[in-house]
């Protein structure tokens, strides 16, 4: 309640709520530029359109070809033209050569995703990128508040990117953050943000209810109900180029009020949920220094094991999820602004095999068994 008390307090203060939270949140990470947006894909292309104006011919940024689809998405809202490049499937990470060969003149930066939480080699990926002149961008959506190597991931590139909607580790309903250490690159990142407008405030309000609703339903036990509701998409990705690119409104500031204390107690369940999984479920992508990840990954033997786990967590409202259910060089929107085909096997065959698990503070020690005994059903 104390969170969306903050969110009417914000509603009704505006501008001045969105700037407190924003210097907060730069300060809490360390970094000398944070600016707040209505989404991660806003949030990411504002960091896009900056870095073009220091190299404006160069339009190609290359990706994971197994990630959120809002990423190539934000990438073609940008004007620029997404390069898939394959993963790894023991890390989830950048497959390393596979990236030297995807470098190119052309290329302005290489996005590289700490998903699901798990930290990603910013040290190898941040070498491959110095040594070719270009860019680099963390996304760390799904990884705000964890430590790697004594950094917070999303502060290890020349910019990081956060998000707080739905499902992220901090959430006002939608928002998302970029930040830099550069000051060439955060006076870009200004003169970019300074030209958004803050979403109408009778949006807001209705936004505010919404928010209020998604709180109580989270719970395993009560998920089977948003989730049967078709129009709120929940658990689905879909690559749409269709979005507000605008600033982080009062109200969903206001609902940030408290986000690091809500981190700090969310994360410490996370990491709680994790250590169980981990010791329980042997199929699992290596989590990497007992991170507090956002979602669990678990990779299945067969495509076959995967159907079986969805069928149930769906009877059962487990909140098994299948993620991103086809690599990014299968999307056919990615493959025609490229102009030729590449085959990402690795990430194909993770989109086929791959499920996660819900790792946040309501889920409880029967809700994991139940969880696990579906995997193994």
């Known amino acids: 309640m104390a969170d969306l008390w903050g969110g009417v307090c914000g509603l009704l203060r505006g501008k001045e709520t969105a700037r407190v939270v924003e210097a907060e949140f730069g300060a809490a990470l360390d970094s000398t530029h944070a600016f707040l947006t209505s989404s991660g894909k806003a949030a990411l292309i504002t960091a896009l359109r900056a870095l073009s104006r220091i190299a404006p011919e160069r339009r190609q940024v290359v990706v994971p070809a197994y990630t959120c689809f809002s990423l190539p998405a934000a990438v073609a809202r940008a004007g620029m033209i997404a390069v898939p490049v394959d993963v790894d499937p023991s890390t989830l990470d950048l497959d390393q050569e596979a990236l030297r060969r995807a470098v190119s003149p052309a290329t302005l930066c290489v996005i590289q995703v700490h998903l699901f939480g798990r930290p990603a080699d910013t040290a190898a990926i941040g070498e491959v990128c110095r040594e070719q ?30 998000s707080f909607g739905r499902g992220k580790t901090v959430t006002c309903g939608a928002g998302g953050a970029v930040v830099t250490q550069s000051g060439r690159v955060g006076a870009l990142l200004r003169d970019e943000v300074v030209h958004l407008r803050a979403p109408a405030w009778h949006h807001e309000t209705a936004a505010l209810v919404s928010v209020g609703l998604m709180a109580l339903f989270i719970r395993p036990a009560l998920y089977w109900f948003p989730a049967s ?44 949920n994790v250590a169980w999984y981990s010791q329980r479920v042997r199929c699992a992508v290596a989590s990497g220094d007992d991170a507090p990840l956002l979602r669990f990954p678990v990779l299945l033997a067969t495509a076959g094991q995967k159907d079986r786990a969805l069928d149930a967590s769906r009877r059962m409202g487990l909140g098994i999820s299948g993620m991103y259910p086809a690599a990014i060089d299968e999307l056919s929107q990615v493959r025609a602004a490229l102009g030729r085909r590449v085959e990402c096997a690795q990430a194909r065959d993770i989109a086929r095999r791959l499920v996660t698990l819900p790792t946040h503070q309501h889920v409880r020690p029967k809700d994991r068994e139940r969880i696990v005994g579906a995997l193994c059903s």
Request: charge should be negative; charged fraction near 25%; aromatic fraction near 8%.
């Open 133 to 162: 002149e270009v860019f680099h961008i963390e996304d760390a959506a799904q990884a705000l508040g964890t430590t790697h190597d004594g950094k917070m991931l999303g502060t290890r590139g020349d910019i990081g990117i956060f």
């Open 229 to 272: 509701l078709p129009f709120l998409g929940l658990g689905e990705t879909v690559y749409d180029t269709e979005f507000p690119i605008a600033r982080l409104s009062g109200m969903r500031a206001g609902l940030l009020g408290r986000w690091r204390r809500n981190l700090e107690r969310g994360n410490a369940a996370r990491q709680e």
